[in-house]
């Protein structure tokens, strides 16, 4: 079974430019995920969506963050402009259900490592 | 916000040593997980404790949940250089609709051959 799939591994960029990543989650999973990770921290979560739904955005900066998952599948994770803190590493994961189960699992990709200079 | 809050935040030991990882909160979670993270790979998941008190064993790995379910411990035993990574926990909070999981910083073990 193919994993989690995220595009691109690596991004440096200026600040205030705009940068885009990309994540196909496993076949059939209900539930995807978009989680920041910087250096020395735990992931913290941006975005859930249920199947192209939005459940949990509360802490997404929209003032210069977005995502989107089109047809429940696919999803691209947006910053526009960029700035320096949001250098870290930008991980996707999806789970079969519908998310705040016990043992549900969470499966993530490998991340896209953000630089912003 | 729940924190969840990992202790040691660094760890550096000889092959064939004993270790414990922390994790502690003010908060009641439904469930906990332990992941592990390699460089430049995502975290995977190691366990899920749901019950308070509960212990789960994966090899030389043992988890245990707290009986108040707001603290959880990773003991490992005679670690290998396999064992190197991020350990994270995360939980899953109570009472609160959320259905997404809280991190901690996690703890980064280094296994010296």
């Known amino acids: 079974e193919a994993g989690v799939a995220q595009s691109p591994r690596y991004k440096i960029i200026e600040k205030r430019q705009s940068v885009a990543f990309w994540c196909n989650p496993i076949?059939?999973?209900?539930?995807l995920y978009w989680y920041q990770q910087i250096l020395g921290q735990g992931p913290k979560l941006l975005i859930q969506?249920?199947?192209?739904?939005?459940?949990?955005d509360s802490q997404l900066p929209k003032d210069r963050f977005s995502a989107e998952r089109l047809k429940g599948v696919d999803s691209t994770l947006k910053i526009q402009p960029a700035k320096l803190e949001d250098s870290a590493v930008y991980l996707c994961?999806?789970?079969?259900?519908?998310?705040?189960?016990?043992?549900?699992?969470?499966?993530f990709g490998p991340g896209t490592r953000l630089l912003v200079l | 916000t729940q924190l969840l809050e990992q202790s040691p935040q660094f760890l550096s030991i000889q092959e064939g040593e004993n270790l414990t990882v922390y994790c502690n909160s003010s908060?009641?979670?439904?469930?906990l997980q332990w992941y592990r993270q390699e460089p430049g790979e995502g975290p995977v998941l190691l366990v899920t404790?749901?019950?308070?008190?509960e212990v789960k064993k994966l090899k030389r790995l043992t988890f245990q949940f707290g009986d108040a379910r707001k603290d959880s411990s990773l003991h490992i035993t005679a670690a290998q250089p396999g064992d190197t990574g991020l350990y994270l926990c995360?939980?899953?909070?109570?009472?609160?609709?959320?259905?997404?999981?809280?991190f901690g910083s996690g703890t980064r073990l280094q296994v010296q051959p």
């Open positions: 994961a999806s789970s079969l259900g519908l998310g705040g189960g016990a043992y549900e699992t969470q499966y």
């Open positions: 076949s059939g999973h209900a539930t």
């Open positions: 969506f249920q199947n192209n739904g939005v459940v949990d």
């Open positions: 908060s009641v979670f439904s469930s």
């Open positions: 404790v749901v019950t308070g008190g």
């Open positions: 995360a939980g899953l909070a109570r009472g609160t609709g959320r259905r997404a999981l809280t």
